[in-house]
C-alpha cells in the first residue's frame, strides 16, 4: 500500500528533515506517527501525497512511484487518497456542500451522483443539516468533519492526516477520532500524524515514532510514548 | 473534458464573480477607467484618421495636353494612364470645360475671362485620382515623362508637406494606442495580482484534493472573460452617448471642408465591438496570469 525505502529528505536551506527511512504500511492499516516538534512528521506525510519530493529513495503509494511523476499529474494520484489537515484547508468562498462536491466534480462524476454522495458522507460526519453554511460560520471541530467528509468522499483507499485534532479541544478531537476509527473499520488505510498522546494511549494502534528524520520506534499496538 | 463539465465551469464563473465580492469590483473598475481612456483615444484616432484620408482623397494629379497632341494622341495618352498601376479614375476634362469651370468657381471675376472663349488659352486636362493617394508623386513623375503632356501638377511641395504630417500624425496615434493598451494591462495585473493571492490557497486546496491545472484554470478563464465584460459595459455606453451626441449636435456645426465625423452609425457599433474585444482579451489575459503563479508545472 505505502513503501519507503531509503528515503532521505534535504530542504533547500540544508535542513535534512528525514534521514534515511524504511517503511510498509499494509492495506487497512491505522497507524500513528508520533515524535517531537520538528522530528520530520509533517515532511513524512508531505512525501506521501507528493507535495514534496524525497533527495533520495524510493516511495510507492497504491503501486505508484511517487518521485518519477510529474507535477501535472500530481493531482491525477491525489485522487485516490484522503488528505486532512490541522487548518482544514476548506475553500472560504464555498458552502460546506460545495467543498465536498468539488471533490467529486474534479473527477467528472454524474451531478446525481454527487448530490447522493455528498449528502451521504456529510451524514457520515454528522455535518449535514450544515450543508448550505460557508466554513467560516462553523466551530474548528465541524470545518474538520467537513475536510474528513471531502476526504472520503470518492472512496480512497489511503486517508492521511497530519494533526487533524491539533487545533481542536479533547472532547471534539474525541468525536473526530470517531469518525476516523470508522473510516477505518471500512477498510481504508489512515495515517496519522499526532500530537494526542491521550488519543494514542487510548485507541491502540500501530506507532511509528520518527526523531531527527529516523524511525526510532514502531510497535504494533504501541504508545504514545513522550511527555506531552 | 465532458460537456456536464464545461457547464460546471461556466457555473462556477458566474458563482465566482459573487463569492469574491470586492475583488470582482476592484478588477471590474481597473477595467472600465482604462478602457475608457482606450476608447476615448480610438474615437480621437478613428476620426483623425478619416479627416486624413479625407484631405488625402482630395489630392489628384492633373495632366495638362500639349495643343500639339490630335486626338487620338490623346486618347493613346488616357489609355496608358489608365493602364498604369494603382490607379482608381482618370478622368478626361477638356480645356473648354475647363476654362468654364475656372469661370464658374471665380464667380462675378469669372466675366474677365469671358473674352478667352473665343481663344482659350488652357489646356485639355486628364484628371487622376489613385487608389492609395500617397501614389500621386510617384504617378505624377511617370507622366510627366509621356510624350505630349505640357505639364503635371499635383500641388506640389504642399502635398509632400501633407504626406508628411498625415504620416506623423497616424504613427503617434499608433505609439499612444499601444502605449494606452500597456498600461491597461499593467493596472489591470496589478490588480489582479492584489486579489489572486487572496485566492493562491484556493488554487493550492483545488490542487490538494485532485485538481488539475486545466481544471482550476477553466473557470478563471472565463472569470476573466465576465469580468472583461462587465469591466466594458460602462465605457461603451458612455462613449457611445457621448459620441451620438456629439455627431447630432456638435459635428454639423463645423463646416469647415474636409471636417466630418464618422458616421455614428456603423461607428458607435465597431468602437463598442472593438472594446468588448479588447475588455474580454484583458480579463482573461488578466485572469490566466494571475493563476499561472500557482499552478506548479
Ligand atoms: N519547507 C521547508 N523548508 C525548509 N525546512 C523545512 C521545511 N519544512 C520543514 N522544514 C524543517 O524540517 C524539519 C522537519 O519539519 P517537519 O517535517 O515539519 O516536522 P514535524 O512535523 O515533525 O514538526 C524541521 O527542522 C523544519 O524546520
Ligand atoms: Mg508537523
Same mark, same amino acid.
Given at each position: 500500500? #505505502? ?12 535542513? #535534512? ?27 513524512? #506525510? ?46 472560504q468562498t464555498f458552502t460546506v456542500y460545495e467543498n465536498v462536491a468539488f471533490a467529486m466534480e474534479v473527477i467528472e462524476k454524474e451531478p446525481e451522483e454527487i448530490k447522493k454522495r455528498v449528502m451521504e458522507v456529510l451524514d457520515l460526519v454528522g455535518i449535514k443539516h450544515k450543508a448550505r453554511m460557508l466554513p467560516s460560520e462553523l466551530s474548528g471541530g465541524e470545518q474538520q468533519r467537513v475536510a474528513i467528509a471531502r476526504s472520503i468522499v470518492n472512496d480512497p483507499k489511503v486517508v492521511i492526516a497530519d494533526e487533524p485534532t491539533g487545533n481542536l479541544d479533547p472532547e471534539t478531537s474525541w468525536e473526530i477520532m470517531n469518525i476516523f476509527e470508522e473510516i477505518n473499520n471500512r477498510g481504508t488505510t489512515l495515517v496519522m500524524a499526532t500530537h494526542n498522546r491521550d488519543i494514542v494511549n487510548n485507541i491502540k494502534r500501530r506507532v511509528i515514532a520518527i526523531e531527527s528524520g529516523k524511525i526510532v520506534r514502531d510497535e504494533h499496538r504501541g504508545d504514545y510514548g513522550y511527555e506531552i | 473534458m465532458k460537456f456536464r ?131 500621386? +508623386? ?53 490588480? +489582479? ?105
Amino acid at each position: 500500500m #505505502i513503501e519507503m525505502i531509503d528515503v532521505k529528505k534535504t530542504y533547500p536551506n540544508g535542513v #535534512i528533515a528525514i534521514n534515511g527511512l524504511n517503511v510498509k504500511i499494509k492495506p487497512g492499516e491505522f497507524v500513528y506517527v508520533v515524535g517531537p516538534s520538528g522530528a520530520g512528521k509533517s515532511t513524512f #506525510i508531505k512525501m506521501m501525497y507528493r507535495e514534496e519530493k524525497p533527495t533520495s529513495g524510493n516511495i510507492l503509494v497504491n503501486g505508484v512511484s511517487l518521485p518519477s511523476i510529474r507535477n501535472s499529474k500530481v493531482p491525477l494520484f491525489r485522487r485516490n487518497i484522503g488528505m486532512v489537515f490541522q487548518d482544514f484547508k476548506l475553500l472560504q468562498t464555498f458552502t460546506v456542500y460545495e467543498n465536498v462536491a468539488f471533490a467529486m466534480e474534479v473527477i467528472e462524476k454524474e451531478p446525481e451522483e454527487i448530490k447522493k454522495r455528498v449528502m451521504e458522507v456529510l451524514d457520515l460526519v454528522g455535518i449535514k443539516h450544515k450543508a448550505r453554511m460557508l466554513p467560516s460560520e462553523l466551530s474548528g471541530g465541524e470545518q474538520q468533519r467537513v475536510a474528513i467528509a471531502r476526504s472520503i468522499v470518492n472512496d480512497p483507499k489511503v486517508v492521511i492526516a497530519d494533526e487533524p485534532t491539533g487545533n481542536l479541544d479533547p472532547e471534539t478531537s474525541w468525536e473526530i477520532m470517531n469518525i476516523f476509527e470508522e473510516i477505518n473499520n471500512r477498510g481504508t488505510t489512515l495515517v496519522m500524524a499526532t500530537h494526542n498522546r491521550d488519543i494514542v494511549n487510548n485507541i491502540k494502534r500501530r506507532v511509528i515514532a520518527i526523531e531527527s528524520g529516523k524511525i526510532v520506534r514502531d510497535e504494533h499496538r504501541g504508545d504514545y510514548g513522550y511527555e506531552i | 473534458m465532458k460537456f456536464r463539465t464545461l457547464l460546471r465551469h461556466f457555473r462556477e464563473s458566474f458563482k465566482n464573480i459573487g463569492r469574491n465580492g470586492w475583488m470582482t469590483f476592484a478588477s471590474v473598475s481597473a477595467v472600465t477607467v482604462t478602457l475608457t481612456l482606450v476608447g476615448v483615444f480610438l474615437v480621437l484616432m478613428m476620426n483623425l484618421n478619416h479627416i486624413a484620408g479625407n484631405v488625402e482623397k482630395d489630392v489628384e494629379v492633373r495632366a495638362h495636353i500639349d495643343n500639339a497632341a490630335n486626338d487620338d494622341d490623346i486618347k493613346a495618352i488616357g489609355k496608358k494612364i489608365t493602364e498604369m498601376s494603382g490607379i482608381e479614375t482618370v478622368i478626361f476634362s477638356p480645356k473648354d470645360e475647363e476654362l468654364t469651370n475656372l469661370i464658374d468657381d471665380l464667380g462675378d471675376n469669372g466675366d474677365a475671362f469671358k473674352p478667352f472663349e473665343q481663344d482659350n488659352p488652357l489646356r485639355d486636362v486628364y484628371i487622376i485620382k489613385t487608389k492609395s493617394p500617397q501614389d500621386v +508623386i510617384k504617378v505624377a513623375k511617370k507622366i510627366e515623362g509621356f510624350e505630349y503632356i505640357q505639364s503635371v501638377k499635383y500641388g506640389q511641395g504642399y502635398v509632400e508637406k501633407l504626406f508628411s504630417f498625415v504620416n506623423i500624425a497616424r504613427n503617434i496615434g499608433i505609439v499612444l494606442i499601444v502605449g494606452l493598451l500597456f498600461t491597461a494591462m499593467f493596472l489591470i495585473s496589478n490588480t +489582479i495580482k492584489i486579489t489572486i493571492v487572496a485566492r493562491r490557497k484556493e488554487i493550492e486546496i483545488m490542487r490538494l484534493v485532485g485538481a488539475t491545472n486545466n481544471f482550476i484554470r477553466w473557470p478563471f478563464f472565463l472569470e476573466g472573460l465576465w469580468l472583461g465584460i462587465l469591466g466594458s459595459i460602462v465605457p461603451i455606453g458612455l462613449i457611445s452617448v457621448l459620441y451620438y451626441n456629439i455627431y447630432k449636435y456638435v459635428a454639423p456645426q463645423i463646416t469647415f471642408k474636409f471636417i466630418d465625423f464618422l458616421p455614428a452609425s456603423p461607428f458607435i457599433y465597431q468602437i463598442s465591438a472593438i472594446l468588448i474585444v479588447i475588455g474580454a482579451v484583458i480579463g482573461i489575459w488578466g485572469s490566466l496570469m494571475s493563476v499561472r503563479k500557482f499552478l506548479k508545472v
